[in-house]
């Protein structure tokens, strides 16, 4: 199977000896798995070095998950691509069962379901449905608001699309994986395998969990997209919105929703910026106002490294 499994480590010494072990031992085989690892200063590097030349490793500065996945993607040379999470497992069949189904559909990618596991008390519960799969663009317009790839390591991608998109965005994290579905779906075919593929397990420190992040480098993502479609003579779908109101209004919304105070003020303050002023935005800031403004909800501390 000419697959090369990626995975991006950071100081993931407490679960990536697992999720290395759900790597190797799928069928049939990867061609390789390689491990990124991005400046590790715990144990991560030992790990790796135990499983001897069953993976590629390559040990590289702090950058970040997009960079050590470039890096990896870089180093395959497999056809196919599939980049896990360090903390994540594989199932045994689940990258052959993508690798079928994107080859029976003609794709340069497909994703399935996903095993999630919330932290207890909460069930685990099963998720992905193929409302993404079909031809260019109609994958990306499904994407953009809520992705159907529920995590990278549900999805395979043909290595040549990849290097058409550009790898993914640093500094877009924890939307970086998004970003990259929807230009993805601007190119190229999705399919879509009706079967369990990967064990996902949902922690406090998930970045799917940090919502601040989310919301604005969702925004911050969106606003980009249509200078990367002119960049790659993408026409851009007529279904999707453009504008700086329609994309601003809906952040500052689910900013609002999920309680993330500090951000709302700072994306008013695009808001204004941009001469943006419409019922929801008004509203919004004035919550803002009355719950204390700046004074009581400050920008977040790690703004100022994404701006």
Same mark, same amino acid.
């Given at each position: 199977?000419?697959?090369?499994?990626?995975?991006?480590?950071?100081? *993931?010494?407490?679960?990536?000896?697992?999720?290395?072990?759900?790597?190797?031992?799928?069928?049939?085989? +990867?061609?390789?798995?390689? #491990?990124?690892?991005?400046?590790?200063?715990?144990?991560?590097?030992?790990?790796?070095?135990?499983?001897?030349? &069953?993976?590629?490793?390559?040990?590289?500065?702090?950058?970040?998950?997009?960079?050590?996945?470039?890096?990896?993607?870089?180093?395959?040379?497999?056809?196919?691509?599939?980049?896990?999470?360090?903390?994540?497992?594989?199932?045994?069949?689940?990258? #052959?069962?993508?690798?079928?189904? +994107?080859?029976?559909?003609? =794709?340069?990618?497909?994703?399935?379901?996903?095993?999630?596991?919330?932290?207890?008390?909460?069930?685990?519960?099963?998720?992905?449905?193929?409302? =993404?799969?079909?031809?260019?663009?109609?994958? +990306?317009?499904?994407?953009?608001?809520?992705?159907?790839?529920?995590?990278?390591?549900?999805?395979?991608?043909?290595?040549?699309?990849?290097?058409?998109?550009?790898?993914?965005?640093?500094?877009? %994290?924890?939307?970086?994986?998004?970003?990259?579905?929807?230009?993805?779906?601007?190119? +190229?075919?999705?399919?879509?395998?009706?079967?369990?593929?990967?064990?996902?397990?949902?922690?406090?420190?998930?970045?799917? &969990?940090?919502?601040?992040?989310?919301?604005?480098?969702?925004?911050?993502?969106?606003?980009?997209?249509?200078?990367?479609? &002119? %960049?790659?003579?993408?026409?851009?779908?007529?279904?999707?919105?453009?504008?700086?109101?329609?994309?601003? $209004?809906?952040?500052?919304?689910?900013?609002?929703?999920?309680?993330?105070?500090?951000?709302?003020?700072?994306?008013?303050? $695009?808001?204004?910026?941009?001469?943006?002023?419409?019922?929801?935005?008004?509203?919004? *800031?004035?919550?803002?106002?009355?719950?204390?403004? %700046?004074?009581?909800?400050?920008?977040?501390?790690?703004?100022?490294?994404?701006?």
């Amino acid at each position: 199977m000419k697959l090369s499994i990626i995975i991006a480590a950071y100081n *993931a010494e407490e679960f990536l000896e697992a999720t290395i072990l759900s790597a190797v031992k799928i069928t049939p085989p +990867a061609l390789e798995v390689i #491990v990124v690892d991005d400046g590790s200063t715990d144990q991560t590097s030992a790990i790796c070095a135990s499983f001897g030349n &069953k993976i590629c490793y390559r040990r590289v500065k702090n950058g970040g998950v997009s960079r050590a996945r470039n890096i990896g993607a870089a180093m395959a040379t497999g056809e196919w691509l599939l980049f896990l999470d360090a903390d994540d497992l594989l199932l045994p069949d689940g990258p #052959v069962t993508l690798v079928t189904a +994107a080859e029976k559909s003609e =794709a340069d990618m497909a994703y399935g379901m996903v095993n999630e596991r919330q932290e207890p008390p909460k069930e685990p519960r099963i998720t992905g449905m193929g409302y =993404a799969e079909g031809k260019a663009p109609f994958p +990306a317009i499904q994407n953009y608001g809520r992705c159907a790839i529920i995590t990278p390591g549900s999805a395979i991608i043909r290595k040549e699309l990849h290097e058409r998109i550009g790898g993914f965005v640093a500094g877009y %994290e924890p939307m970086e994986d998004r970003d990259y579905w929807i230009k993805a779906g601007m190119l +190229a075919t999705c399919a879509f395998a009706a079967t369990v593929v990967l064990d996902k397990i949902w922690r406090r420190i998930s970045a799917g &969990k940090m919502h601040e992040k989310r919301i604005w480098n969702g925004w911050r993502s969106r606003m980009a997209l249509p200078a990367w479609c &002119k %960049e790659h003579d993408v026409a851009w779908p007529e279904m999707l919105p453009r504008d700086d109101r329609t994309l601003l $209004e809906r952040s500052v919304n689910e900013a609002v929703h999920y309680g993330c105070w500090g951000l709302v003020g700072v994306l008013l303050s $695009e808001c204004r910026k941009s001469t943006v002023r419409t019922f929801w935005t008004t509203k919004a *800031a004035l919550e803002f106002y009355l719950r204390g403004g %700046e004074r009581i909800n400050p920008s977040p501390t790690w703004l100022g490294s994404n701006q």
